[in-house]
């Protein structure tokens, strides 16, 4: 996965591409809006991570170019928080979410992925678990040969669940990288999706695949008939 950071603080731009290496991402920095839109227009990156006070080109403007010239790389825009810009106006420009500053870096890795899985840049490679097949890139999911029809949400989840088989995964973690306004979402949304994609993959089939581990989340495993 290849991540441009446009940052114009040098320190934090340093720290991002040290911690996101050690993710596993490659990182790209660039210290200006102009070099940064340079860059990008190069392509080739799965993800931008652009700050909006910026020398050179701003970052909406950075963003609206590249929309323009219908470059669709998934955007986090990085605001601040009495900054003269706001977050709606990150969207309207075309980014894809935003991270208010200073934000935790742990929630900027999350964000990252969730961005990641909703481009459908993870990699659209079938994943299996028991007789259960998620095929990300098609949006379909079986039981078998049976085919079973999630809402994204649900498909959302249950790969999230798949991608991690037999692992935890509580349920913050789950709305962090399902839903763009993770703060706005109750832990009972969760509950909820997750009840109904038990009843689709699960009750027909006799299976308990989805198992929850109480006060924590869930987790997805092999569950023959
Ligand atoms: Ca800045």
Redesign the pocket.
Known sequence: MRVLVV???RRLAMALQRGLRAEGFDVDVALDGTLGLAMALEGGYDVIVL????PGLNGYRVCARLRAAGDLTPILM?T?KDGEYDEAEALDTGADDYLTKPFSYLVLVARLRALLRRSGRTGGQPIGVGDLTILPAAHRCLRGDDEITLTPREFAILKLLAERPGEVVTKPQIIDEVWDQADEVDLNVVEVHVSALRRKIDAPYQRRSIETVRGVGYRLVADAP
């Open positions: 940052e114009d603080e700050d909006i006070m910026l990085l601040a």
